[in-house]
């Protein structure tokens, strides 16, 4: 694929940390803590800056679906590594969304491979053993992490497509969890099932209900 402006603007962003001690950059994002169900999951990833370039790569809200699907093959085939972590609903009300995307970020960044040198994360700054820093809005200011995010989404769509096939009901398929119209009616009708947050459904209303695509 192409690599316009955006993507170089990227690129660049993450080439301005490189120096003698940072030789290997990883971008770490998440997806899903604000569905009413299923896991979050969280990718690391540490793309090549100098060569096997991919365009397009970006926050994965801002890419049709099919497009993910093609960057995320890409994105496999070159990464120098990468690693996909997801942490499930129950342990989810157990430790409260924000530990458990920092908990699943941190296993993410374990399963690399490779040591990355510096690990550049959207927003947060998990506890690792690497050094980290935190990029506000940074899957569409990072190369990295925007890969991290296509990664994530696309590995995490596939789960919730899989549940969709065991609850039907809910429209996993096509609302990924999230507090949807569809998702709230079937919630009233049927209850919660295995896979939903208790947590999150204690504190939803109707009034809230929306569709995030």
């Known amino acids: 694929m192409e690599i316009n402006e955006k993507t170089k603007e ?34 690391a990833v540490i793309m090549p800056l100098d060569e096997k370039l991919i365009g397009g790569i970006d926050d994965s809200k801002k890419v049709r679906e099919k497009k993910r699907e093609e960057l995320a093959a890409l994105i496999r085939e070159n990464a120098i590594a990468y690693s996909v972590a997801q942490i499930e609903p129950d342990e989810i009300d157990e430790l409260n969304i924000l530990r458990a995307t920092e908990k ?34 940074g899957d569409a200011q990072s190369y990295n992490i925007g890969a991290a995010s296509i990664l994530a989404k696309v590995y995490r769509d596939a789960i919730m497509c899989e549940y969709d096939k065991t609850y039907p009901e809910y429209g996993f398929a096509k609302n990924k969890g999230y ?29 809230k209900a929306r569709n995030p695509f």
């Open 10 to 43: 990227k690129i660049e962003f993450d080439n301005a940390f490189l120096c003698d001690g940072v030789k290997l950059i990883a971008g770490v994002d998440e997806v899903g803590r604000g569905p009413l169900a299923g896991p979050v999951v969280c990718a």
């Open 104 to 137: 699943c970020m941190a296993q993410a960044i374990a399963g690399l491979k490779i040591k990355p040198d510096l690990v550049l994360v959207d927003a947060l700054e998990p506890e690792t053993g690497c050094k980290v820093k935190g990029v506000i809005k």
């Open 179 to 207: 507090g949807t119209k569809v998702h709230i009616e079937a919630l009233k009708e049927s209850g919660f099932c295995k896979i939903h947050r208790k947590t999150f459904i204690k504190n939803f209303s109707v009034e």
